[in-house]
């Protein structure tokens, strides 16, 4: 469902180009959880960015789906996005005007995959906030607005599900409950999940788990 094939990705720095991934190759097939770990600054948000089309790669070959995105307009990009991609933000990105039903509903459709606040209020209930669908983001608390941020990204039952540090922002409790929120809504949905962590127990957790030092994947 994911590809990599030698895989660049260079920035522009203060002092010249700045080499983020070097060379990296990996596949992550329909089913499969596998995890990035690795230090602050090793490349992993960049490597989740270039999963879902929001970087483009500067050698090499991105395919998501058996679709390069390689040399895709943006139009496609984000066909792509809406059809097959669900992304846990660690910063959660929720909407602060919009309640927790809005929140699930107005991004799906903005997808083109309409809900009805049924629908959201029910995917509420699985992740236990069955009674703050009226709750704006700011009133709830950290280990909420993440897990409504899943919710989210679960709403469109994505084929690929990207999450960038989601326990990242956590205390431990929350960290855990969050963890296993994530696991069984990927099982239970049978989405393909990649995610990037600090977290070792959580990466463990995962069929796969990769290092990224100096922008080089190897196998942990």
Do not use: W
Request: net charge negative; proline share 4%; with cysteine.
């Amino acid at each position: 469902m994911i590809e990599f094939q030698q895989v660049n990705y260079t920035v522009d720095g203060p002092q010249g180009a700045l080499s983020i991934l070097n060379g990296v190759t990996l596949e992550v097939k329909q089913g499969e959880s596998v995890a990035i770990i690795g230090p602050s600054g090793a490349g992993k948000s960049s490597l989740l960015s270039l999963a879902a089309g929001l970087e483009r790669s500067s050698a090499g070959e991105v395919k998501v789906a058996g679709k390069s995105l390689t040399g895709a307009d943006e139009s496609t990009l984000a066909e792509l996005r809406a059809e097959y991609i669900g992304f846990v933000f660690q910063s959660f990105l929720l909407i602060p005007e919009l309640t927790a039903i809005e929140n699930l509903t107005v991004p799906a459709q903005l997808c083109g995959h309409p809900v009805s606040p049924e629908t959201a209020q029910s995917m509420l209930t699985k992740v236990g906030l069955d009674k703050r669908g009226h709750h704006y983001p700011q009133q709830m608390s950290g280990g909420e607005q993440q897990r409504l941020a899943i919710a989210r990204a679960f709403m469109t039952n994505p084929t690929i599900l990207l999450a960038d540090e989601p326990t990242g922002n956590l205390d431990r409790a929350n960290g855990e409950h969050i963890s296993e929120l994530l696991f069984r809504m990927n099982k239970e949905q049978g989405t393909t999940l990649l995610l990037v962590t600090h977290d070792e127990g959580l990466a463990k957790q995962c069929q796969r788990v990769y290092r990224l030092i100096d922008g080089k994947l190897e196998v942990a």
